[in-house]
């Protein structure tokens, strides 16, 4: 059986005179592995590096999904609180219409300790109040029209009576009877379509009221609305 005879690498220099150096056959082998080696660990590395790469795109891919969809959601969310504030406002400060009596029957006591109303026909509503806000000493709200479209504008006059106990004051200052204001034709006018904007300042004389009546009459001096609130209810 013939043996593999063992080789060896001699590097001369380029006159022949003197072997610079010698690598023989198992050093060979060695390097060569060596390098195998090497090889085999930058192609791992090159694949894991470039999975890891598709990975972070994927994963910056579903961050900025789920980022979208926590904006979407957010905004939802503070719509819906809106809609609760606004509903909360409607519950609080819902318009209250009151029938009147028709001619000639007497006004019923209210169990909630609301104004008694005078006899006179029976009246639909003209307007409303909304939106009322007590800012300091001054009351801002909305004059709505609840009249049907068909039959156009909303035009009247219109009374607040502040309360505290016994006492009362109504604004504006105009005499009343039964805490129901007698001049009717001089409330505050307004002719409206839609709705407008009000600010009442609260007379001195009762900055510490407990609660109110708003009363709206039209240019006959028929009631049209009487609406009383308790402060508790705008604050």
């Known amino acids: 059986m013939k043996t593999r005879e063992p080789y060896q690498i001699i590097i001369m220099r380029p006159t022949g005179e003197r072997a610079v150096m010698t690598i023989r056959s ?16 930058l192609v791992a590395m090159a694949v894991w ?3 890891i790469r598709g990975n972070l795109a994927e ?5 900025e ?5 926590l904006k979407d959601l957010n905004l939802l969310l503070t719509r819906k609180d809106e809609e609760i504030i606004t509903l909360k406002k409607k519950l609080s400060l819902s318009t209250i219409y009151q029938s009147l009596p028709e001619s000639g029957e ?12 005078p006899a ?8 409303g109040i909304k939106d009322l806000v007590l800012s300091g000493s001054e009351l801002s709200f909305k004059v709505e029209n609840v009249r ?6 909303a035009k009247g ?76 209810q705008i604050q």
């Open 120 to 127: 006179a026909e029976v009246r639909s509503p003209i307007a």
């Open 26 to 41: 198992f050093w060979v082998r060695v390097f060569l592995s060596g390098l195998v080696a090497m090889a085999v660990v």
């Open 106 to 117: 007497p006004a019923a006591a209210r169990s909630d300790a609301r104004a008694e109303t």
């Open 157 to 232: 006059r219109l009374f607040i009576v502040f309360k505290k106990q016994d006492s009362e004051v109504c604004y504006p200052m105009v005499k009343t009877k039964d805490g129901i204001p007698a001049e009717t034709n001089r409330g505050l006018p307004f002719t409206i379509r839609n709705f407008k904007p009000m600010n009442v300042p609260v007379p001195p004389a009762m900055s510490d009221w407990e609660s109110m009546v708003f009363y709206i009459f039209d240019d006959q001096g028929r009631m049209r609305l009487s609406m009383p609130l308790d402060k508790k």
């Open 59 to 63: 994963a910056e891919n579903t961050i």
């Open 148 to 153: 049907p479209s068909s039959e156009g504008a």
């Open 49 to 51: 590096l470039t999975s």
């Open 65 to 69: 999904i789920q980022s979208g969809e």
